[in-house]
């Protein structure tokens, strides 16, 4: 499986951006698909799953209310809708695929994509 993210870019404190991470490879619906972030120095950190069927939506505390996953199985594709964004949410987003059941760490991950930037800036 080759996962492609892309959707990033510039967006002012409350934009939105709508992340798109596009897989290629059989059995899409058969894997659990995430959403990290990393900024420079830190550790890459869990954003956001979905299980294969489309449901078991989880978030981090930080996006809690403000990010929606979505996938579409017949595109072969999962979304990040980022609503209200803001300064701390810059970073690389990336995504990644566990077949079965999802996590919530970086541990596990059975296929990652190149990241995608956002920048949250005024």
């Known amino acids: 499986v080759q996962l492609q993210a892309s959707g990033g870019g510039l967006v002012q404190p409350g934009g939105s951006l709508r992340l798109s991470c596009a897989a290629s490879?059989?059995?899409?619906?058969?894997?659990?698909m995430h959403w990290f972030r990393q900024t420079p120095g830190k550790e890459r950190e869990f954003v956001a799953h979905i299980l294969g069927g489309g449901g078991g939506q989880y978030y981090a505390d930080f996006v809690k209310g403000r990010c929606t996953i979505s996938r579409d199985n017949a595109e072969n594709t999962v979304f990040l809708q980022m609503n209200n964004l803001k300064p701390e949410d810059t970073a690389v987003y990336y995504c990644?695929?566990?077949?079965?059941?999802?996590?919530?760490?970086?541990?596990?991950?059975?296929?990652w994509g190149k990241g995608t930037q956002v920048t949250v800036s005024s």
């Open positions: 490879g059989p059995s899409f619906n058969n894997y659990a």
């Open positions: 990644a695929a566990r077949k079965g059941a999802a996590f919530t760490t970086v541990y596990g991950m059975d296929y």
